[in-house]
């Protein structure tokens, strides 16, 4: 089970690189590029879609390509603990923190804010599709500017082909697929692609390189 699963991570992440990563817009990139910080406070996710899931399955993806971008980021189990003992336990009310008190807590350069719109699979008739959705901006702490906004989407059935066998064929498989989807979470190598794609450095639009990458200043 555990090797399956290993397989299926490391066949979604191919598809990160290949999938058309973050949507193609216009950015100003001149106050991150003034900014320039070195280390990212994440704050846990906000969970707009039903899957009480999602934002922890979310942010416990966020270190890797946050750090292959180039940045430190500080340890996911730290910064919830240290908010619990101050009091702020759910996302809704850490992203309402003051961003000056944030800096001073935790001494970070800026705060990453994620939006989880959508986690989890949906079943139809001879299909089902595991989606996740989410949106990002990052803040400096010092000033309280955004440096970055951006969003991504992935799902279990890019590149996919349900035609194959009849209807038949397809019926069976949307049934094989419940029965896994409900005895494991498979939003959560979805949630890995999504992350991917929403924080790798290098792709249009997307986060800078960061002062640990040997590609720091040239984009």
């Keep these: 089970m555990i090797a399956r699963s290993l397989k299926l991570m490391a066949g979604l992440l191919a598809l990160a690189v290949l999938g058309g990563c973050v949507s193609p817009k216009t950015v100003d990139y001149s106050a991150y590029k003034q900014s320039r910080p070195k280390t990212i406070l994440v704050l846990p996710p906000l969970n707009n879609s039903p899957d009480v899931k999602a934002s922890y399955s979310l942010l416990s993806q966020v270190t890797y390509p946050l750090a292959e971008a180039g940045y430190y980021v500080l340890p996911i189990a ?79 059935e890019e590149g996919g082909n349900n035609g194959g066998g009849g209807l038949i064929g397809m019926l069976i498989t949307a049934a094989v697929k419940q029965v896994i989807n409900n005895s494991t979470d498979a939003g959560h190598p979805i949630a890995g692609v999504t992350s991917a794609r929403l924080l790798s450095a290098g792709q249009p639009a997307g986060l800078l390189y960061g002062p640990r990458s040997p590609k720091y200043g040239t984009d």
């Design 78 to 156: 730290l910064v919830d603990e240290t908010f619990r003992q101050n009091g702020l336990t759910t996302p809704a009310d850490i992203h309402q923190a003051p961003a000056n008190k944030l800096q001073e807590i935790f001494g970070a350069d800026a705060a990453l804010y994620i939006t989880v719109t959508d986690y989890g699979t949906r079943y139809m008739i001879i299909s089902s599709e595991t989606v996740v959705t989410a949106s990002a901006k990052l803040v400096d702490l010092k000033s309280g500017t955004t440096l970055w906004t951006g969003s991504a989407r992935a799902s279990s």
